[in-house]
């Protein structure tokens, strides 16, 4: 396999690059987990465990996998038999492809939740039910209602795919993060100004160790693993289309950067308001979709607020799909293209709507309990795609990753690809500590933290 064989797509600047990874990074994951897995675990102690993470393992996992992209200019499937010359590392890139086959089921059907609150803000009915746990209820327990909107999901997120990577991503990512980050510190100011907003602000930035357990610690780094899109190789896939002279470690630390700041952003949104009402921040996944609109409906200008909290929402959650789609799309391409039936991006993209048609609809009727039969054991596809995804495949991707980088890559091609024809000694420094948590501080800590996690479950 020969790097140069096929004219590769690629993105056309290096802000491009970073807004697409910044689009993959900010999602639902940070807006509609994070707060209410902090609410659940405490508030300030989880944020503080939750940004070690990001620093321990979140940037060292970011450079990996853009290291690896970068340096084989492949998808998940080719990238890791390009740079070790066999096809012995190539079940990373398998696992990578069924793990985010099981993520984009469930994904899309939250994706279909949001786009459904949007259209009913637009059209003012998001408060005509009885009250808003009657409408999540309603919306949660009707199948084919959140089949037709995960559909539509699918529906905008590929035509997004549809076009070159440069076209489609790049250029729209460029112009809905800025937007994106811009209606929240919008949102932000307005929350800190309700009366009695003090009070969440000291639940969100004040840390109380009592709570701390190996559990929260798991809960932790599996939060900053989903939410820096980190595991599943999506950015190894945009990895492969980083421009040249990209600096790796400077994007890494600008896509951890303003990840975490989104979710202290949407902290900052949620607990506030939430404290103001007199809500209980502990609410669980239905803090935005039940808690948050009812915190709306007591605030003057209601249904902007609502507009607008959803609209972002859609956009953060489209523009991650999107991301978990490319890997999808180009591992399809890459894997059938010396095939007889090769696939080009087109009718890649269609094999991936197909594929995750089925999944989501799965997440979707299983979890509405209808028909009952589509359910494992007494759990729904839903909380198992997000279970074994999350829990088990991801930290897995990353320690495989990790592995793979630390021991096996060439340290050559890892100095080439970070010191970016720099040879300061300060490029020098930070490569060879680069080496030392890849090789022993990550594969321990994630294996630790996970046996540790599972073991406090039993
Ligand atoms: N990071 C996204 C979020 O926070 C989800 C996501 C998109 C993702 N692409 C990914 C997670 C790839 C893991 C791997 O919502």
Not at 201 to 210: G, L, P, Q, V
Not at 300 to 314: P, T
Not at 361 to 369: E, T, V
Request: charged share 10%; hydrophobic share 55%; proline share 3%.
């Amino acid at each position: 396999m020969q790097k140069e064989e096929k004219s590769a797509p690629s993105f056309t600047s290096k802000v491009g690059l970073v807004m697409a990874a910044v689009g993959s990074a900010v999602g639902l994951g940070n807006i509609w987990k994070f707060p209410y897995i902090a609410g659940q675990n405490g508030g300030g102690a989880f944020l503080l465990i939750y940004l070690l993470c990001v620093l321990l393992f979140g940037l060292p996992l970011l450079i990996t996998e853009f290291t690896i992209g970068k340096h084989s200019g492949r998808s998940v499937y080719g990238a890791f038999s390009v740079i070790r010359n066999n096809n012995r590392w190539q079940w990373i890139g398998w696992l990578c492809m069924l793990a985010t086959i099981l993520v984009m089921g469930f994904y899309t059907v939250v994706t279909g939740w949001c786009i459904n609150y949007l259209i009913d803000a637009i059209s003012n009915t998001l408060y005509s039910s009885s009250d808003l746990t009657a409408h999540f209820t309603e919306l949660s327990s009707n199948g084919p209602r959140m089949f037709g909107y995960s559909i539509l999901a699918l529906a905008l997120t590929s035509v997004v795919l549809w076009f070159d990577v440069n076209k489609g991503i790049e250029r729209l990512s460029k112009i809905l993060m800025p937007l994106l980050l811009i209606m929240m510190i919008f949102m932000a100011i307005r929350v800190l100004m309700l009366p009695g907003s003090n009070v969440g602000m000291r639940f969100f930035f004040e840390a109380d160790f009592s709570k701390l357990s190996p559990k929260v610690i798991l809960d932790a780094m599996g939060q900053c693993f989903f939410s820096l899109s980190i595991g599943l190789g999506a950015l190894i896939t945009y990895g492969a289309y980083m421009p040249k002279h990209q600096n790796i470690i400077a994007t890494s630390v600008q896509v951890a950067v303003l990840d975490s700041l989104v979710a202290i952003l949407a902290g900052l949104i949620i607990f506030p308001a939430v404290f103001a009402f007199g809500v209980d921040p502990a609410e669980g996944p239905q803090l935005a979709f039940v808690v948050l609109p009812s915190v709306f409906e007591q605030m003057s200008l209601s249904s902007l607020s609502s507009i607008m909290f959803f609209g972002l929402l859609c956009i953060a959650a489209i523009t991650s799909m999107i991301s978990l789609m490319e890997v999808l799309v180009a591992f399809l391409t890459e894997a059938t293209a010396q095939k007889k039936h090769s696939l080009d991006r087109h009718k890649a993209v269609l094999l991936a709507v197909v594929i995750c048609v089925v999944t989501s609809s799965l997440c979707a009727f299983s979890l509405s309990g209808t028909p009952e039969w589509l359910k494992i054991g007494d759990k729904d596809f839903f909380t198992v795609f997000d279970t074994v995804a999350s829990n088990f495949l991801m930290p897995l991707g990353a320690l495989s990753m990790a592995i793979f980088i630390g021991w096996f890559m060439p340290e050559s091609a890892i100095k080439q690809e970070l010191r970016n024809g720099n040879r300061s000694t300060i490029h020098y420094a930070l490569g060879f500590l680069f080496m030392q948590i890849v090789r022993y501080f990550v594969p321990i800590a994630i294996v630790a933290i996970f046996l540790n996690g599972v073991l406090s479950l039993i």
